[in-house]
């Protein structure tokens, strides 16, 4: 009777082992095809905490001290190796599931269970299964790992097209607002050549870029840590000047483009869906007059800027003041806070703003993302 207890009891704790690595596994593929495969931004916590863990480790080597050209040389490694890292974790976590799940079929001691999880999630072989059911389990181990591999593979040329498209603007915006970039200033140069019209095509094109970008940085979210080939170059710095652009050119310019409009609505929505991604915390429904990081010193400055330079503007300035904080506030808060996040360069009235470093936290509540600022 005794014996038959002792059976008993060694065929739960067998099945329970077996089931507890088939959710591991489960839930390690889930989150490669969160991460990988599905075509819109849901977050998964396992590449979460890997992202992380990594950060803060290259934050840990930065210092408190570090200035910023040693700091864009060590946080340009962070995207990468996150993402090798993931690899290594999902592949780690799979092994671990399978070894557990032959252990639970009869592979003892355990060295003999990571001998076979090892030998089938390589593909090497040099482990033969004991029995029909291991050698189910085996295939399926080796099938996983190859998927999980090739998943990778597909992934990355992917990422590495929205980078390109990304940066490619980025780039030429140097040719418009200077560098670093400012919206003023893409606003004088097009007035000292005497082409104004030529905006059209600007806010038609970033129009395009923000939508792109939306998709492809919640999609792909380790794409926002990415930084730029130049280290003086940042998509969020980019952003934040063509918005300026547009929203002193639809407040403050006598000779108003309507599509400026458009390039502004479609930015601070593309900005604040990558904000939610990221559980970023701001008014979702700003008031026209709500504080804004930009001074009205700094506009003043600006508006005299672009009166020295030519441009016709509104007379009223105060006028022009209140409906330029009436667009800035849709998007001040999340421009801030993720030039913060992502310790993006100097540049005017963005990444020069004070904010508190922004940290992503793994754990989350009522299954949201959650975010820590600090």
């Given at each position: 009777m005794l014996a038959v207890?002792?059976l008993g009891?060694?065929v739960a ?5 077996f089931?507890a690595g ?5 839930g ?6 969160r ?9 998964a916590?396992?590449?979460t905490?890997v ?14 001290s570090?200035?910023y050209?040693r700091?864009?040389?060590?946080m340009?490694?962070l995207a990468p190796?996150?993402?090798l890292?993931?690899?290594g974790?999902?592949?780690t976590?799979?092994?671990?599931g ?7 079929l ?5 060295r003999?269970a990571v001998?076979?999880s090892?030998s089938?999630?390589t593909?090497?072989g ?10 189910v ?8 790992g190859?998927?999980?591999?090739a998943?990778l593979i597909t992934y990355?040329p ?6 390109s498209?990304r940066e490619?603007?980025?780039?030429l915006?140097?040719?418009?607002a ?8 893409m606003?004088e140069r097009?007035?000292?050549?005497g082409w104004m019209?030529?905006?059209?095509a ?5 129009e395009?870029?923000f ?12 794409l926002?840590f ?8 940042s998509?969020i710095t980019a952003?934040?000047?063509?918005l300026?652009?547009a929203?002193?050119s639809?407040?403050t ?8 409009n458009?390039?502004?609505r479609?930015?601070?929505v593309?900005?604040r ?5 990221f559980?970023?915390p ?5 008031k026209?007059d ?5 001074a009205?010193?700094?506009y003043?400055?600006v508006?005299d800027?672009l009166?020295?330079a030519?441009?016709?503007?509104h007379a009223?300035r105060?006028q022009a003041w ?10 001040d808060v999340?421009l801030v806070?993720l ?9 005017p ?6 904010v508190?470093s922004?940290r ?13 600022g600090?």
């Amino acid at each position: 009777m005794l014996a038959v207890r002792c059976l008993g009891v060694e065929v739960a704790v067998a099945i329970l082992v077996f089931a507890a690595g088939a959710l591991v596994v489960l839930g390690t593929v889930g989150s490669a095809v969160r991460t990988v495969v599905l075509p819109r931004g849901v977050p998964a916590r396992l590449g979460t905490a890997v992202f992380v863990v990594v950060s803060r480790l290259f934050r840990l080597r930065l210092g408190r001290s570090a200035t910023y050209e040693r700091r864009d040389a060590v946080m340009a490694g962070l995207a990468p190796t996150g993402l090798l890292a993931l690899v290594g974790v999902w592949l780690t976590i799979t092994l671990l599931g399978y070894t557990a799940m032959f252990w639970a079929l009869g592979a003892h001691p355990v060295r003999a269970a990571v001998t076979d999880s090892v030998s089938s999630l390589t593909t090497l072989g040099f482990s033969q299964p004991r029995d029909l059911p291991a050698v189910v389990l085996a295939f399926t181990e080796a099938g996983v790992g190859l998927t999980l591999l090739a998943m990778l593979i597909t992934y990355l040329p992917s990422l590495y097209s929205a980078f390109s498209r990304r940066e490619a603007a980025v780039a030429l915006l140097e040719v418009r607002a200077d560098s670093p970039p400012f919206g003023a200033s893409m606003l004088e140069r097009y007035a000292r050549i005497g082409w104004m019209g030529g905006l059209s095509a600007i806010w038609a094109q970033w129009e395009t870029w923000f939508v792109e970008v939306e998709e492809s940085h919640t999609s792909f979210s380790s794409l926002v840590f990415f930084r730029s080939p130049q280290p003086d170059h940042s998509w969020i710095t980019a952003a934040g000047a063509v918005l300026d652009a547009a929203a002193l050119s639809a407040s403050t310019l006598r000779d108003h483009d309507p599509d400026a409009n458009l390039c502004l609505r479609a930015g601070y929505v593309a900005l604040r869906r990558i904000a939610d991604f990221f559980a970023v915390p701001y008014d979702h429904d700003p008031k026209p007059d709500d504080p804004i990081s930009v001074a009205r010193e700094e506009y003043d400055e600006v508006y005299d800027r672009l009166a020295a330079a030519g441009i016709a503007l509104h007379a009223d300035r105060d006028q022009a003041w209140r409906d330029f904080v009436g667009w800035r506030v849709n998007y001040d808060v999340v421009l801030v806070t993720l030039c913060a996040l992502v310790m993006a360069p100097y540049a005017p009235w963005s990444s020069d703003r004070s904010v508190a470093s922004f940290r992503v936290r793994v754990l989350r509540r009522s299954g949201l993302r959650s975010m820590n600022g600090t």
